[in-house]
């Protein structure tokens, strides 16, 4: 079983940035690749980004390359989504998530979901 904890979302301006964080709890959080996803109201939950459990591999939506950066630190069991130059089509609540398949692009490939953070961009 793995519980994850996203925090960081909040109000800013478009052009600015935020940084998400998701703590996960478990001894084996270093096993697992990471997923982001986002969800807007009246949309369905769309990918965002993911890593490999060694952070080698990164994998992101086109909508977000060149603005976001995915990251993780082991050690403190986190993972992370750098976002820059965040424009108001980037208001959702964005989600945290381990999957258990290999398709990190789908949504059904994961299991165990964080509760979401709201971030709104403003314009």
């Known amino acids: 079983q793995v519980q994850l904890v996203e925090s960081g979302g909040g109000l800013v301006q478009a052009g600015g940035s935020l940084r998400l964080s998701c703590a996960a709890s478990?001894?084996?959080?270093?096993?697992?690749?990471m997923g982001w996803f986002r969800q807007a109201p009246g949309k369905e939950r769309e990918f965002v980004t993911a890593?490999?459990?060694?952070?080698?591999?990164?994998y992101y939506a086109d909508s977000v390359k060149g603005r976001f950066t995915i990251s993780r630190d082991n050690a403190k069991n986190t993972v992370y989504l750098q976002m820059n130059s965040l424009k108001p089509e980037d208001t959702a609540v964005y989600y945290c998530?381990?999957?258990?398949?290999?398709?990190?692009?789908?949504?059904?490939?994961?299991?165990?979901w964080g509760q979401g953070t709201q971030v709104t961009v403003a314009s």
């Open positions: 998530a381990v999957p258990i398949r290999g398709d990190y692009m789908q949504a059904g490939s994961y299991d165990f």
């Open positions: 478990g001894r084996t959080f270093r096993m697992y690749a």
């Open positions: 890593i490999s459990w060694g952070g080698g591999n990164t």
